[in-house]
């Protein structure tokens, strides 16, 4: 709207057209409820429980999964990883990533030792792979295998979320995955600044749109609202029974 609106102010200032934007009013939008999808835990566990693993394609793809459900990885950023990226700091296990417009791999994810375990059995079906290989690969060729571009990822979860069997599958996608990284970290009550770091957020605004699911997923409200009316319904119902009966006794 607001090249629009520059449009026409330009328009009406070189004579060429009255400006007609100034008549029109803005729609007023909160950024903090754009419709998100997440993952519950239970759906978490059954997505990956569904992916078979006892093949490269399989391993691969539950590893993929389970380093972006717990990391907030993006397709690019899997894709743009290779096997040297693996690294040990100060005796944790990390991975160097570029994420979207970074030239270089200056920020760094920790890895949780079973989502490293899962990495490990998928790089055993390749071990010919050179360190500078892809961390993730097409199946393919030989090694150096291709890597899986972002689109690529983004297919293979997304063939995996819709034979899970899981509700709501069609709405779900890799990015689904990173918003629940967030939300469940901020469910177990880690905090917003931990949280906006892991996700590697550039602001901690970005963080609190995941915190203001957190709460509303976690607010009683309704269910006290509910609980209040069916009370009364109950205590009405029993009014008009004892009414009845006493009548009845008459």
Known sequence: MSSVRKFFAYLELSNLHDDVSKYVRSVQTDGTHKKKSFFSEDEVATLLQSIPTDDEKGKRNYAMIYLSVTTGLLGIEMSRAKIEDLKILDGKPVLYVQGKGCQDKNNYVLLPEKVLERIEAYLAER?????DA???????????????????????????????????????????????????????QEGIEDVNRHMRHKTIESTYVYMEHA????????????????????????????????????
């Not at 071990?127 to 360190?131: G, K, L």
């Open 134 to 188: 892809a961390l993730f690969s097409s199946l393919r060729g030989k090694e150096p295998r291709e890597a899986l571009k972002p689109r690529e990822i983004r297919n293979c979860i997304k063939a995996c979320i819709m034979q899970s069997g899981i509700k709501g599958a069609e709405d779900k996608s890799v990015q689904s995955l990173r918003h629940t990284a967030a939300l469940i970290a901020l469910k177990h």
């Open 127 to 131: 071990e010919t792979a050179p360190d």
């Open 215 to 250: 709460e509303k997923l976690s607010n009683t409200c309704s269910h006290t609202v509910a609980h209040a009316i069916a009370t009364a319904l109950n205590n009405t119902r029993r009014k008009k029974y004892v009414r009845k009966q006493t009548s009845a006794g008459r």
